[in-house]
């Protein structure tokens, strides 16, 4: 039998936890209000915990834990999914702290949370290592979203993998803000998990416009860490007003531009760590972007390759995992990322990825946000690439020629298209169906 795994660890005595509607909730009070959420929660294997505030997902996760349920985490809620979420998992139950609950699944609503009376010293709960934590559904972006259980005790190594990783035993206490939500991996991993795994203060707000970034950052104490993605970093940046010091800089879901990169670390006064990771392995490798383009894996990841592709195995990983992307190993734990293996083109006998031209499309000056696509079109050998590009001031025939500068004329758009925004989701990925509508509407 596995040992049993604290909620908590690396937090001293009367150490904060979190930082919840402008105060600060220390450990003794978090473990209050999970045993007493954990008291009135039904007896079902299933929850859908749709907490949109960070701390009470992160009480309604751990009060599943201590009660052993098992977290499902869609990326999104839409009656298709949540149909088939409660077909193949009949006892499922909603915890939410929102108006509204998705159609056809009973929903219990967070209970208001006591403020102000002391919490008591108490023991912090323990969960199996081998108990079922989480299972996290990929986001559609490739297709159908498919589901993938989590341990805790896999939990808990990712966690203190990353830990080492980025470099955060130097950084006791650090505040973590973050622009994704909870339910995503990345955002599960690198707010949730690391703070309750290395001594850290999660945020519980997912502050969205630049303006109240910068407030809720300015609010808190340092040492403190925004945890975003390239398409929010890219607009906050694209905004005049002075930003914050931080102290560290987390990226993932897409590669990050090396200039954006660089702009972000001299805007904020701070290194920026870029995670590379899928939903299938959790996270797999960092790089500081400014330095390198190349990948270090976690502690304890090791990376192998065959005709099929780069299998990842070790550390928090259970099993083996075949990586859904380009990869240029050097080495058993570094390599090179070269874009999504579903994302490669052929076009006239030239081969490129669309990760590789979405990086060009970005790049110009100008382009907030841009994408190529490839239709698909039953009959026709050669793909017709297309490309959609948020950018004002600029013309059709402007960015073509900019364009041109950058690629191979065989992978030049027709069309491109000016649009006012992309329809991207909570984690800035482009689900293949969004995808889709986009090209149905030109």
């Not at 203060?201 to 925004?226: N, T």
């Not at 005709?307 to 390599?335: M, N, P, Q």
């Not at 669309?354 to 009959?379: C, Q, R």
């Amino acid at each position: 039998m596995t040992a049993a795994l604290p909620l908590l660890q690396g937090h001293g005595t009367g150490a904060v936890f979190a930082w919840h509607a402008g105060r600060a909730v220390g450990v003794d009070e978090f473990c209050r209000d999970v045993r007493r959420l954990a008291a009135t929660l039904p007896e079902r294997r299933h929850v859908f915990n749709r907490c949109a505030d960070r701390y009470r997902f992160a009480v309604g996760f751990a009060a599943a834990l201590v009660r052993r349920q098992v977290s499902l985490l869609p990326p999104n809620e839409t009656p298709d999914l949540v149909g088939r979420l409660v077909a193949s998992y009949p006892d499922l139950y909603c915890l939410s702290d929102a108006p509204g609950a998705p159609a056809g699944l009973e929903t219990l609503a967070f209970p208001e949370i006591v403020v102000g009376a002391a919490a008591a010293p108490s023991e912090i709960p323990a969960v199996p290592a081998e108990q079922l934590a989480a299972i996290l559904f990929t986001s559609g972006s490739t297709g159908e979203q498919k589901p993938f259980p989590r341990t805790w005790g896999s939990m808990v190594r990712s966690a203190a993998e990353e830990i080492e990783a980025l470099g955060l035993r130097a950084l006791p206490g650090m505040a973590l803000v973050g622009t994704v939500p909870p339910q995503h991996s990345y955002g599960l991993e690198s707010t949730l998990l690391m703070a309750m795994r290395g001594g850290l203060a999660l945020h519980a707000g997912r502050p969205f416009f630049p303006a109240d970034i910068r407030a809720e950052l300015r609010a808190l104490p340092r040492p403190r860490c925004l945890v975003t993605t390239p398409v929010h970093l890219r607009v906050l940046l694209g905004e005049p007003d002075e930003l914050p010091r931080l102290d560290l800089l987390v990226c993932a879901t897409a590669p990050l531009a090396p200039q954006l990169a660089a702009s972000a670390e001299a805007r904020f006064v701070a290194p920026l760590q870029e995670i590379y990771g899928c939903t299938e392995a959790g996270q797999v490798a960092t790089r500081r972007t400014v330095e390198t383009n190349e990948w270090r894996a976690l502690p304890g990841v090791s990376l192998r390759g065959d005709s099929r592709g780069t299998w990842a195995s070790g550390g928090h990983i259970e099993g083996e995992v075949l990586l859904a992307d380009v990869i240029e190993l050097r080495g058993s734990d570094r390599f090179l990322l070269h874009g999504r293996t579903a994302d490669l083109v052929n076009v006239a006998g030239k081969r490129t990825s669309l990760a590789h031209l979405n990086y060009h499309l970005n790049s110009i000056e100008g382009v907030l946000d841009g994408v190529f696509i490839a239709p698909s079109e039953e009959g026709e050998a050669v793909a017709r690439l297309a490309a959609f590009a948020v950018a004002p001031g600029h013309t059709v025939e402007s960015l073509m020629s900019a364009l041109r500068q950058r690629i191979d004329p065989a992978f030049m758009p027709r069309p491109l298209c000016l649009v006012e925004s992309l329809p991207r989701n909570d984690v800035g990925k482009l689900p293949r169906q969004s995808l889709a509508r986009i090209v149905a509407g030109q």
